[in-house]
């Protein structure tokens, strides 16, 4: 068996689809999708290429063959699964942002509530200012289908530091320099907005200053971690 056999026969970027298929395990572990909603997708490394979820395709069965490898345009290029209907979007924004590697969508509540209202997430937690370098912005209304809400994602966050978007009555689109990365984005913009949901339960929140926004964001993004 030659070795374009044994691609074929395993399917092309196996072990990048599975890692990707693994990492929609946070989407349900942190209840950010419902049903089959939601996807993560990531760059294929040296090609122009992407990986993600297939469309409908439940959590519980996806495997690495529930990752369908796509091109640039969004055109389905190996699998078994037709892709997420979220693919010509998610592909936009790798034609339009070279440095984003990953992106995620889900229609997490607390977050999704605020993008119903078309109301940005406001930075008033020493969390945002790390993570997001100031409010999660909102995004213009675009319908499904094209690349209307890939469009809309590039334009909201090529103006702003934040990975997250919140796209107007629809959910969420984060960016990383990888899918786990997004992936945190994701958990983070529910974390903050469920927060902030609850602290305007009891009066109005106060925003942190732009000069400690800027300090938080430059400590947590060069310094924090190991």
């Avoid at 979820?53 to 796509?70: A, M, N, P, Q, R």
């Avoid at 969420?172 to 992936?183: D, E, H, N, R």
Wanted: proline share 5%; charged share 25%; hydrophobic share 35%.
């Amino acid at each position: 068996m030659t070795a374009a056999d044994v691609r074929t026969e395993r399917g092309t970027h196996r072990e990048q689809r599975e890692h990707v298929a693994a990492l929609h395990s946070y989407l349900t572990r942190y209840q950010l999708v419902t049903w089959t909603s939601g996807n993560v997708s990531e760059r294929v490394p040296g090609e122009d290429l992407f990986v993600i979820k297939g469309s409908g395709v439940e959590y519980d069965e996806l495997t690495w063959e529930g990752i369908t490898v796509c091109d640039l345009d969004g055109n389905a290029v190996d699998g078994v699964k037709r892709p997420s209907s979220d693919t010509d979007a998610h592909a936009y924004v790798y034609r339009n942002l070279p440095e984003v590697n990953g992106q995620v969508h889900t229609h997490s509540p607390y977050a999704t509530a605020w993008a119903a209202r078309a109301e940005e997430i406001p930075c008033v937690l020493t969390a945002m200012a790390d993570e997001f370098g100031g409010p999660i912005p909102v995004g213009p209304f675009a319908l499904i289908g094209d690349d209307s809400i890939g469009r809309g994602i590039v334009e909201t966050l090529s103006v702003s530091r934040s990975p997250a978007v919140l796209m107007r009555n629809h959910g969420v689109f984060t960016i990383g320099p990888s899918a786990k990365a997004a992936v945190k984005a994701a958990v983070m913009t529910e974390d903050v907005a469920r927060t902030v949901h609850f602290s305007r339960q009891l009066g109005e929140p106060l925003l942190i200053d732009q000069d400690d926004v800027d300090k938080l964001y430059a400590r947590y993004q060069n310094v924090y971690g190991q």
